[in-house]
């Protein structure tokens, strides 16, 4: 399955951003999609995911109530709704995608798209 992550850009803090992830060549029912992050500097970081059937979903602490990861399998697309923007959410994103069950490990995931630069500004 080959990943495209778009809709990055640069908002104000308190902002919000909307991450889609495009697949093409397999359907992504047959995935668990996740979106990690890393910003300069730091380790790549796991900040939600969602189940095959788009059904369950985890999210890092550091995100949980303010982002929302969805899955639209006849859609073949994952998107990731980022609201109360805070300037460490500043990082390139990036979507994966794993053929085994729902998990955090980015080792997991086998398939990666290009990121999408998110900057949040003070």
């Known amino acids: 399955v080959q990943l495209q992550a778009s809709g990055g850009g640069s908002v104000q803090a308190g902002g919000s951003l909307r991450l889609s992830c495009a697949a093409s060549g397999r359907t992504l029912s047959n995935y668990a999609v996740a979106w990690f992050r890393q910003a300069p500097g730091k380790e790549r970081e796991f900040v939600a995911a969602v189940s095959k059937a788009g059904v369950n979903r985890i999210y890092a602490d550091s995100v949980k109530g303010r982002f929302t990861i969805s899955k639209d399998n006849a859609k073949n697309t994952v998107t990731q709704q980022m609201n109360s923007l805070k300037p460490e959410d500043t990082a390139v994103y990036f979507c994966?995608?794993?053929?085994?069950?729902?998990?955090?490990?980015?080792?997991?995931?086998?398939?990666w798209g290009q990121g999408t630069q998110v900057t949040v500004s003070s």
């Open positions: 994966a995608a794993s053929s085994g069950f729902l998990t955090t490990r980015w080792s997991d995931y086998g398939y």
